[in-house]
C-alpha cells in the first residue's frame, strides 16, 4: 500500500453548505469506513464502498432533495439516498440549464489587486508587435490532400535544412481535414477559413507564411490569406498574397519535384527566422490559453483553482489570459455575466452561447453529452457539476473581451478574454491558436498526452498518483494541494513561474521533449457536400 492510500480517511467539501462530499484518498474508501474527526461528515459510516474523487452523502436526501456542491444544485435525487452513501449519476437527475435571459449583467466588481511589475520573459518579438514563446516554420496546407507531400517535406527540411539554421526550433506541417467537399460559401463556412487563417499568423511563426495547395481545392490560397491581409517579410511586396507551392503546377514532374520545390521555397523563411534572437519583454506579452481535458472531481479541487490563481497574476502583469469551452461553462453562465467587465462584453458572452445553444440543438443533442465515461469514471456526475469546476480555471479578474469561434485577439484585447469554443480538447486548442495563443495550460484528472506542435503546453495533473505514475508527462502535480502539501496559492505562483521558464526557452515541457502532438481539427458547423 502506498503512501497516499495508507492516510486517514480524508473527504473534501467546497463550500459550508454542500451536503456532498468527494472521497480524496487513492483508490477510494471502503463499506464500514468511519469518518474520522476533523473531516466533513465525520462521525458518518460509509453504507458503500466509494471509489476516489466520487461523492458521499453528508446528511440523508429525500427522492427529490437538492443535491449541492461548490454550493450550487448539480442535481436532485432520484430516489431516497441515506447519509454515508455513495453518490452517482445513476442517482441524480441532472438540473435544466439556466435560460439566457434574466441574467445579471455585469453586477460583479473584482477585487483590486496591485499590478504585477518587473516579470519578463525572453520571446521573438515579431513585426506586427506580437511576440513568440517559440521560432517555428509552419507550412500552411489549403486542403488534406497535400498532407502527406507535406509531412514527406517536412521530414527532409528536418533531416537536411534545419541543422543549417540553429535558431529556429522546428518545422510544423498546418495539416487538417479541410479544403475539398464542403459547402464552402455557406454562413458557417467562415469559422473553419478564418481560424486555418489565424493560425497561420500565430505569434510563434515570426509572420513567415507559406502556402502548399493542391490546385483544385475550394478553399484556394488567394480566399485563405487575401493579399494585403497578412503582414509580408520579403521582397514580393505587400499586395503579393501568399508564397505557394501548388503541387498541380504543370512544372511538376513526378513526386520528387513536389518535394524538391517545397524545400527550395522553405529555404528563406529558414533563413529569415534564423536571423531572429530572443530578447528580454514584458510578461504582458503573454496569451495564455487554459484548457482542461479528461477531468475528474479533483479538476475543480487542486489543478483548475491553480489554474485560476495563476491567472489572476498574469492579468496583474498585464498579460492575457483566454479561458473557453462551452459547455463546460454554460451551467455557470451566470458567473459569467455577472463577471463581465461591461454590459457589452456581458451580451457578447450571451450572444455566443445562445448560439451554441441552437448549434447543438440542430445536432439533437444539449450539453449533458459532454460528460465523457472518463469524466464519470472520475467522479463528475454530470455536466453541471463539471461546468463549475471548470470555471474555476478563470480565476477571479472581470472578463474583459469576448472572441467568436476562429477569431483573432487585437493588440488591445488584453487582460482575461472568454474565447467561445467547442469543449473538445482539440477543436478547443485550435481555436486558442487561432485567436493568438503562445502558451497553454492544460489540466487533467484521468490523464491524457495532450500537447500541441505550435505551441508549448505545460500539463497539469490534479492528482498526486496521476503524477506519479505519468511523472514524465505531467509539468506540474497540483495534487498536492488535497494532499495538504501545498496550498492553491503556492501552486499558482510555481506555476506562473514555471510558465515565464517554458515561455523564455530556459525549460521544455514533457510533450515537447516527447514531441506529443495532436493534429488541429478546424471548427467547421457548415454543411459537408
Not at 36 to 59: E, F, I, N, S, Y
Request: hydrophobic letters at 40%; a negative charge; glycine letters at 10%.
Amino acid at each position: 500500500m502506498n503512501a497516499v492510500s495508507s492516510r486517514p480517511p480524508l473527504t473534501i467539501r467546497m463550500r459550508d453548505e454542500d451536503n456532498v462530499a468527494i472521497v480524496a484518498n487513492d483508490g477510494g474508501l471502503p463499506e464500514g469506513t468511519v469518518l474520522p474527526a476533523g473531516v466533513p461528515g465525520a462521525g458518518l459510516v460509509l453504507r458503500d464502498k466509494v471509489p476516489q474523487g466520487h461523492k458521499v452523502a453528508l446528511t440523508d436526501l429525500a427522492q427529490g432533495d437538492v443535491v449541492l456542491r461548490y454550493g450550487v444544485p448539480i442535481g436532485y435525487a432520484l430516489k431516497a439516498i441515506p447519509a454515508g452513501s455513495w453518490v452517482h449519476e445513476r442517482l441524480l437527475q441532472m438540473p435544466s440549464a439556466r435560460a439566457l435571459d434574466g441574467l445579471p449583467i455585469a453586477t460583479v466588481k473584482p477585487p483590486v489587486h496591485e499590478p504585477l511589475t518587473g516579470y519578463t520573459f525572453e520571446g521573438y518579438r515579431n513585426a506586427d508587435g506580437s511576440v513568440g514563446t517559440r521560432n517555428i516554420l509552419a507550412i500552411t496546407t489549403t486542403v488534406q490532400c497535400v498532407a502527406g507531400v507535406v509531412a514527406q517535406a517536412v521530414a527532409r527540411i528536418k533531416a537536411e535544412l534545419l541543422p543549417l539554421y540553429p535558431n529556429v526550433d522546428d518545422v510544423i506541417g498546418l495539416e487538417h481535414s479541410y479544403g475539398c467537399g464542403v459547402a464552402i460559401d455557406a454562413p458557417d463556412a467562415v469559422i473553419p477559413i478564418r481560424t486555418l487563417k489565424h493560425i497561420s499568423l500565430n505569434p510563434n511563426f515570426g509572420g513567415e507564411v507559406m502556402v502548399v495547395s493542391l490546385g483544385c481545392e475550394k478553399l484556394q490560397p488567394n480566399r485563405l490569406l487575401p493579399p494585403g491581409s497578412f503582414p509580408i517579410v520579403d521582397e514580393r511586396g505587400a499586395d503579393a498574397g501568399p508564397e505557394t507551392v501548388c503541387l498541380q503546377d504543370d512544372a511538376h514532374v513526378g513526386f520528387m519535384s513536389m518535394l524538391d520545390d517545397i524545400l527550395q521555397t522553405a529555404r528563406p523563411h529558414l533563413e529569415r527566422l534564423n536571423t531572429r534572437r530572443r530578447e528580454t519583454v514584458p510578461a504582458s506579452e503573454l496569451v495564455v490559453g487554459v484548457q482542461c481535458g479528461g477531468s475528474d472531481a479533483f479538476s475543480g479541487v487542486t489543478a483548475n483553482p491553480a489554474v485560476g490563481f495563476c491567472a489572476d497574476l498574469l492579468v496583474r502583469a498585464g498579460a492575457t489570459v483566454m479561458f473557453s469551452e462551452n459547455t463546460e461553462v454554460r451551467d455557470a453562465v451566470e458567473q459569467l455575466t455577472s463577471r463581465a467587465a461591461t454590459p457589452e462584453v456581458a451580451e457578447g458572452i450571451i450572444r455566443e452561447l445562445g448560439w451554441y445553444d441552437r448549434y447543438l440543438d440542430r445536432g439533437r443533442v444539449d450539453r449533458a453529452a459532454n460528460t465523457t465515461p472518463g469524466n464519470k469514471a472520475g467522479g463528475l456526475s454530470n455536466i453541471a457539476e463539471k461546468a463549475m469546476g471548470s470555471i474555476i480555471k478563470s480565476g477571479s479578474s472581470a472578463i474583459a473581451h469576448v472572441l467568436s469561434p476562429g477569431d483573432k485577439l487585437r493588440r488591445d484585447q488584453r487582460g482575461l478574454v472568454y474565447a467561445a469554443t467547442p469543449a473538445s480538447d482539440f477543436i478547443c486548442g485550435t481555436l486558442q491558436l487561432a485567436a493568438g495563443m503562445n502558451l497553454h495550460i492544460f489540466t487533467t484528472g484521468r490523464g491524457t498526452p495532450y500537447g500541441l506542435a505550435e505551441c508549448p503546453v505545460v500539463k497539469v495533473a490534479t492528482r498526486t498518483d496521476l503524477a506519479r505514475r505519468w511523472h514524465d508527462l505531467m509539468d506540474i502535480n497540483a495534487g498536492t494541494i488535497a494532499d495538504g502539501q501545498s496550498t492553491i496559492e503556492e501552486t499558482g505562483w510555481a506555476m506562473f513561474r514555471l510558465l515565464l521558464d517554458v515561455a523564455s526557452g530556459r525549460k521544455k515541457t514533457w510533450a515537447e521533449h516527447w514531441k506529443l502532438h495532436n493534429a488541429l481539427v478546424l471548427f467547421n458547423p457548415a454543411p459537408v457536400t
